[in-house]
C-alpha cells in the first residue's frame, strides 16, 4: 500500500478509536474521565483545520464555554447551531421525534454553606455556587421540524454602505481606547503608547471591519498582559487577536478564512505548547463573547435612534404636512358647499310631470 494511502487509512482508524472511546465514556457518564479525556485532546487543534472547526463553531454557539465546544466538536465535526429543548421550544421550534440529543457539561450549582449555615450576599440574599458537573443535552438546528423553513442568513455587510457604518460605530463603542483612520502603509495596528488604534483610511467594508475587530482585540489583550509583554506572549497575543477577529466578522456573516488561516500558520499555530493552546482557545471564546454581546447592544441602540434629518429634508417634510392640511381643508370646504345643479337636471325638472 503507498504511504500516503496507509497514512490516510492511519488516521481514519485513529478517528474511529476516538469515537469509540468518547461513545464509551458517554456511556459511563463519567464528567472527570470525560473532562480528562478532551485535555488530552486538546493536541489535534494544533492541526489548521481542526483549528478553523473551532473557530467556526465558536461564532455560531459564542456563550457556550470552551469545553463544552470541543465536546460538542468531538461528537459531530460538523456540528450546527445547539440549544436545548427548552431554549428551541422558547423560539416556537420543534425537534424532531426520535431525534439523539448531543450531550454538554452542565453546571451543578447549589446554596454556598459555611460553618453549616447559608452564606449571604450584601442584600441578604443566599450565594450560590458551582458544586460540579452533570450531563445535559442539547440538539443542533438540523434537528427541528421547521430547519428547512428557517430564514436564512443574510449578509451583514451586503456591500451596503449603511451596515458597514452601523457596525464600524458599534466597534468603535465597543473599543477601550481611541479610533484613528489615516494613510498607512499597513491595514492597522494598535499603539500602547498611544492608547490608540489606527486603521489605513483606504480601507473599506469587510476588510475595514475585520481589520478594526483585530486591533480592538489586540487593545484588550494587551492591557491585561502589559506585565508579562514578550515575544512569546505577542505570538499567542496575534493568535487570540487573529483568531478572536475571524470569529466575532463570522457572527456577522464576514468571511475571513482565506486570510485568517495563512496568518494564523504563519504565527506558528503548531509550536505552541498543549498548555498555552488551551489558554489561548478560552481566551478567544471570552473575549469574542464579549465583542459579540457588546456590538450586539449597540446595534440594537442604533436601530431604536431615528436618523439625523439635514436642514433640507426638514424643510421638505414640513412644506409636504402644510400641502396635505391644505389639501384637506379644501375638500372639507367643497363638502359644505350645495351640489351645484347640472343643465341636464334643471331641464329635466323644468318638464317634469308634463305630458303624463
Not at 117 to 134: A, H, I, N, S, Y
Not at 205 to 225: N, W
Not at 261 to 276: A, P, Q, R, T, V
Request: hydrophobic share 30%.
Amino acid at each position: 500500500m503507498p504511504d500516503n494511502l496507509l497514512r490516510k487509512e492511519t488516521i481514519k482508524m485513529g478517528d474511529n478509536k476516538e469515537q469509540t472511546d468518547i461513545q464509551s465514556l458517554l456511556a459511563q457518564k463519567d464528567t472527570s474521565k470525560l473532562s480528562s479525556f478532551l485535555k488530552e485532546q486538546i493536541v489535534e487543534y494544533k492541526n489548521s483545520e481542526m483549528f478553523k472547526n473551532y473557530l467556526d463553531f465558536v461564532a455560531k454557539c459564542p456563550r457556550y464555554s470552551n469545553r463544552n465546544i470541543r465536546f460538542l466538536i468531538k461528537q459531530k465535526p460538523d456540528i450546527g447551531r445547539v440549544g436545548t429543548f427548552t431554549k428551541w421550544k422558547e423560539q416556537g421550534l420543534h425537534i424532531k421525534k426520535g431525534s439523539k440529543g448531543y450531550k454538554i457539561f452542565m453546571p451543578i450549582i447549589k446554596d454556598k454553606y459555611e460553618n453549616g449555615k447559608p452564606v449571604l450576599d450584601e442584600k441578604g440574599k443566599k450565594v450560590r455556587e458551582v458544586k460540579g458537573f452533570k450531563l445535559g443535552t442539547v440538539f443542533e438546528d438540523k434537528q427541528l421540524v421547521e430547519y428547512e423553513n428557517l430564514p436564512k442568513q443574510v449578509e451583514y455587510l451586503n456591500q451596503d454602505p449603511n451596515n458597514t457604518k452601523d457596525l464600524f460605530m458599534a466597534l468603535s463603542e465597543v473599543s477601550e481606547v481611541k479610533i484613528g483612520l489615516k494613510p498607512l502603509e499597513v491595514d492597522g495596528f494598535y499603539s500602547p503608547q498611544d492608547k490608540c488604534i489606527f486603521i489605513n483610511a483606504n480601507l473599506h467594508g469587510a476588510d475595514l471591519i475585520h481589520t478594526l475587530i483585530h486591533e480592538v482585540t489586540h487593545s484588550k489583550l494587551h492591557t491585561k498582559s502589559e506585565a508579562i509583554f514578550g515575544d512569546k506572549q505577542y505570538t499567542l497575543q496575534e493568535l487570540e487577536a487573529e483568531s478572536t477577529a475571524y470569529i466575532v466578522a463570522n457572527n456577522y456573516d464576514i468571511d475571513t478564512s482565506k486570510y485568517t488561516m495563512g496568518y494564523l500558520n504563519s504565527w506558528g499555530l503548531d509550536k505552541i505548547s498543549n498548555e498555552e493552546l488551551q489558554g489561548v482557545m478560552e481566551n478567544i471564546q471570552k473575549t469574542a463573547r464579549e465583542i459579540i454581546e457588546k456590538i450586539d447592544l449597540e446595534l440594537e441602540k442604533r436601530k431604536n435612534i431615528e436618523p439625523t434629518k439635514s436642514k433640507l429634508q426638514t424643510e421638505i417634510q414640513e412644506a409636504k404636512k402644510e400641502q396635505k392640511e391644505l389639501l384637506k381643508k379644501h375638500e372639507e370646504k367643497q363638502k359644505k358647499k350645495p351640489k351645484k345643479e347640472s343643465k341636464l337636471d334643471s331641464f329635466k325638472n323644468k318638464f317634469k310631470g308634463k305630458g303624463e
